[in-house]
């Protein structure tokens, strides 16, 4: 009964394994030089732990969106192209409106500036 469940143990064991074995491999053998520099925040452009009512820049907000909706736009690139042949030329010409919309969007975020950082 319990010979059933060896692949699944073994299976777990081995993805801790490429999980956990290259990040204790890099914190043993990699250098630490920790310097302010490096322990600033880096991403969001203010400190980490503060009041969580302060005020965003809307740009963030942009960036989130258009990331979302060209990360969208892929996943809806590649089936299509896997199956262009099958679904032919109503396929492909549906596609280009899809594409045309993202890309008049996208020259419209381009033209106000949303891609602009200052």
Do not use: H, Q, T
């Amino acid at each position: 009964m319990l010979e059933n469940y060896f692949p699944i143990l073994l299976f777990i064991l081995v993805g801790l394994g490429f999980g956990v074995v290259p990040m204790l491999a890099g914190k043993l053998l990699g250098p630490s030089r920790p310097d302010a520099e490096k322990g600033s925040p880096y991403e969001c452009g203010f400190e980490a732990f503060e009041d969580a009512r302060m005020k965003f820049d809307v740009r963030f907000y942009l960036v989130a969106i258009l990331f979302i909706l060209f990360d969208l736009e892929i996943a809806f690139l590649f089936p299509w192209a896997v199956v262009l042949e099958d679904i032919g030329l109503f396929g492909f010409l549906s596609m280009m409106v899809f594409l045309g919309i993202l890309v008049v969007g996208f020259i419209y975020e381009w033209m106000k500036g949303a891609l602009d950082w200052e």
